[in-house]
């Protein structure tokens, strides 16, 4: 059984959190609070830019490694907030602030579970914990910058608010900048080529069209066109080229260059993708951490959100507690209890296959 403490610990870790502003590429604080959160408790820790990291005491190269993810940064408070999002209040069984449900509890759970396995010294896998930065804009500073850092990766587990179920996969992302050339002309005369029309052919491919293969987890490719412009603003004239965005969500069915190339081979307009970093990713559902997860009595399911997850080019799942609904709402929450469960859920977990 683990120790009532690393609960104790783990909440007020958290409303240390939400008190330091976390803001994407802001992370200094919180990076900071985390470092002497470890250190305070003996634990020797790394930094990278805005991202700390830890090993368990008796790492041993010679063994596989599981790594502890989550991320510590935030978005910008909901302009709907009636309650000081930087408060970390806690009302009954509610602890509030931006921060708290995404992803602060599975940052605080995870710490704890690394510190329940620290100083054990007959581990089957090593374990590391990073609590890394710029997950909410997938930056090129966070979780990604550290891997060449960290040692080869049997497993991760990355903390998101899952209600502690399991996502065995997670989509990628692919976002597609498009644009439609014409000529411009005036609008009252048989003048120009507008580029508005030629665009329209190419967006109700995008809307229409099916990827034959079908992921048994996350379902079909998903393409949704999200915005639309011309770089001209007169009534009267006919626009000669028509910009629009394309959000392209992935299974692990397709690699991202082959759904690239299904689009280049469809559609008449110049694509471009913005990256190409953001991976389907997953875990075989016959490892022994999921099917320790079920033995729990977790359901498995397919995520559609993108994480961190996707830069981890490793064998991962995603789980956590909170619940993902709350996340980025105006007077964010997790329950007290969600944390106590999310600490349970990693060590029991962990403990499945050690």
Avoid at 95 to 112: E, K, M, T
Avoid at 223 to 245: L, Y
Avoid at 316 to 328: F, L, Q, T
């Amino acid at each position: 059984m683990w120790n009532e403490q690393l609960y104790a610990d783990a909440v007020q870790l958290l409303q240390q959190l939400i008190r330091t502003p976390s803001i994407s590429r802001e992370e200094q604080g919180t990076a900071a609070v985390l470092g002497a959160f470890l250190q305070a408790h003996g634990i020797p820790f790394q930094q990278h830019l805005n991202n700390v990291w830890a090993k368990n005491k008796y790492f041993d190269p010679a063994k596989p490694t599981i790594l502890f993810n989550s991320h510590h940064d935030t978005v910008k408070p909901n302009p709907q907030y009636t309650r000081d999002p930087f408060d970390g209040v806690i009302e009954g069984d509610k602890l509030y602030g931006l921060g708290s449900n995404d992803a602060g509890g599975c940052v605080v759970s995870l710490v704890a579970a690394f510190r329940h396995f620290y100083a054990q010294e007959d581990l089957k896998y090593n374990i590391i914990v990073a609590i890394t930065a710029e997950e909410e804009i997938s930056g090129v500073n966070g979780i990604e910058s550290i891997l060449d850092q960290l040692p080869p990766l049997e497993l991760a587990i990355v903390g998101e608010p899952t209600l502690t179920q399991l996502a065995v996969a997670e989509k990628g992302l692919m976002v597609l900048d498009c644009i439609s050339h014409g000529r411009a002309g005036h609008a009252a005369r048989e003048e120009g080529e507008n580029a508005l029309y030629k665009a329209l052919p190419d967006i109700q491919w995008f809307k229409d069209y099916r990827f034959d293969k079908v992921s048994p987890v996350l379902g079909p490719v998903k393409m949704s066109v999200t915005v639309i412009n011309t770089s001209n603003k007169a009534h009267n004239v006919v626009p000669a080229d028509c910009s629009f965005v394309v959000d392209v969500r992935v299974t692990e069915m397709y690699t991202l260059e082959e759904v690239l190339d299904t689009v280049l081979a469809n559609v008449q307009c110049e694509v471009k993708p913005r990256s190409i970093r953001m991976r389907p990713s997953g875990i075989p559902l016959e490892h022994p951490l999921v099917k320790a997860g079920i033995a729990m009595g977790k359901t498995c399911y397919g995520s559609p959100t993108t994480s961190d997850q996707a830069l981890i080019p490793h064998t991962s799942i995603k789980i956590g507690p909170g619940d993902s609904a709350r996340s980025h709402t105006a007077d964010e929450f997790i329950y007290l209890h969600e944390i106590r469960d999310g600490i349970d859920t990693y060590i029991r977990l962990v403990t499945a296959i050690q």
